[in-house]
């Protein structure tokens, strides 16, 4: 094993800063897919068609979800080995990740395609928006291969102790995307559909860029079809500690897809104001997100490697970085809304429709830089049946009966609407952070 792939030595906060700004990064210019996608809509398009890309977003979003636990479970496992420094384990492990998440691309295409329709007809996406939201998922579904590649060789070489490498993928990725939106949309007028093919088209660029560079560099796994073999054990083990991820990214995932099927039924101008949000949600929580991400694969490596108390002063740093930088976007929520808004869509109607939902669910934006470090810790301990059980809990038992109570007795206000998911977060927030204490006394009482 090479000594720089490992996270187990060294300064914890230094360590923690070199592995989790890449991935920040990375995660922002991920972002950026959807966000340029909306921002072209909105400069040249009607606002039927702002609404049908936000819906067809949130619909695609259930492949990232799908798959997410996948990702991270890839990332943790590759991240254990790596610990131990067991290169032969490593090797098999990656092969492991890439080849199922190969089955797993081919079966969710067909799955998707199939269900668009209904899945569509569940949103109450609006009338005048849903044929450009067809047109956006079709095209997104036929290019999940690309999507599933792409995100396999980012978690594997994450869980390896590089976050670097799918920074430079993702950059390449997002510089196609954006050339061709800007291509497609305003030059040729494909509308929703060309902002659907750049995002297909840059994806698989940047997967098959990634597979030649790592052979070419000699990365410690070969990309040639011999070494796509799938371990049962590992398999095993990569199933313990995915799926339950999966289950819980999807279960929020169909809370926030709830909650855009509430909106729709507000009409044009509420659905493209909380869909513009739900960008602003990503970007606002990118700070936790990657910190989360990078502390899985920290306390991955450090639990191989038998350094747990490392783990846990490495999710006390995380946690300060994490919140300090979410604070950000809740003051710019807090002092000029319209602003943020603006930046996505210039009509009036929208911005008057998102500032009260904007004020009140950017307080989310605090609450979940807990939840989502703490959860990042507890995944990387491969304690992911808790943060399943927790992520539905607040998904199907708070997130959207209270979604339904308030729009069944304010259906007009967006800003009770917009407080619940702050609420929940927040509850969510004290009863990980009790397990989490708990966990470590027990850590304490066995050492």
Not at 239 to 246: D, F
Request: net charge positive; charged share 15%.
């Amino acid at each position: 094993m090479k000594h720089e792939n490992l996270l187990t030595e060294g300064n914890v906060f230094r360590v923690l800063l070199k592995f989790s700004v890449p991935f920040l990064i990375a995660n922002i210019i991920q972002a950026l897919y959807g966000a340029v996608d909306l921002m072209v809509i909105g400069w040249y398009c009607p606002p039927e068609s702002v609404a049908a890309v936000s819906t067809g977003t949130q619909v695609t979003q259930i492949i990232t979800s799908m798959v997410s636990g996948l990702t991270l479970g890839g990332t943790i496992l590759v991240g254990k080995y790596t610990g131990m420094q067991k290169e032969e384990e490593t090797k098999r492990a990656i092969g492991t990740t890439l080849t199922l998440f190969a089955i797993v691309a081919l079966g969710l295409t067909f799955v998707m395609l199939a269900c668009a329709d209904p899945v569509l007809a569940a949103l109450q996406t609006p009338v005048e928006s849903l044929a450009g939201a067809k047109q956006y998922v079709t095209i997104c579904f036929c290019g999940i291969f690309f999507i599933c590649g792409y995100n396999a060789i980012s978690a594997v070489l994450r869980g390896y102790g590089d976050s670097r490498r799918p920074m430079y993928f993702v950059a390449l990725s997002c510089v196609i995307n954006v050339i061709g939106d800007i291509l497609l949309v305003k030059i040729l007028g494909l509308g929703v559909s060309g902002v659907a093919l750049a995002t297909v088209f840059s994806q698989g660029i940047s997967m098959i860029c990634a597979i030649l560079y790592l052979n070419r560099k000699k990365f410690v796994f070969t990309f040639r079809l011999r070494n796509f073999r799938i371990d049962r054990a590992l398999a095993g083990e990569l199933a313990r500690v995915g799926i339950p991820i999966s289950l819980q990214e999807c279960m929020v995932r169909l809370s926030f897809l709830y909650l855009t099927s509430v909106t729709n039924r507000l009409g044009v101008h509420a659905a493209a104001a909380v869909g513009i949000a739900s960008k602003y949600d990503v970007f606002a929580m990118l700070p936790a997100t990657s910190i989360a991400s990078a502390l899985a694969a920290i306390t991955a490596q450090n639990l191989g490697a038998g350094k747990l108390k490392r783990a846990q002063q490495s999710l006390a740093a995380g946690l300060c970085f994490a919140f300090l930088a979410s604070a950000l976007f809740w003051g710019w929520a807090q002092l000029s809304p319209e602003t943020m808004i603006g930046i996505f869509d210039r009509d009036s109607q929208i911005i008057a429709a998102g500032i009260p939902f904007f004020r009140s669910c950017s307080y989310d934006y605090l609450a979940v830089a807990f939840v989502f470090s703490l959860n990042g810790y507890l995944n990387g301990r491969s304690k992911t049946v808790f943060t399943m059980i927790s992520c539905t809990f607040g998904a199907l038992a708070l997130r959207m009966p209270l979604i339904h109570f308030a729009y069944s007795c304010c259906p007009d206000n967006l800003l009770m609407i917009g407080c619940i998911a702050p609420a929940v977060s927040g509850i969510m927030a004290v009863y990980t952070l009790i397990y989490v204490v708990r966990l470590m006394k027990k850590d304490r009482a066995v050492t």
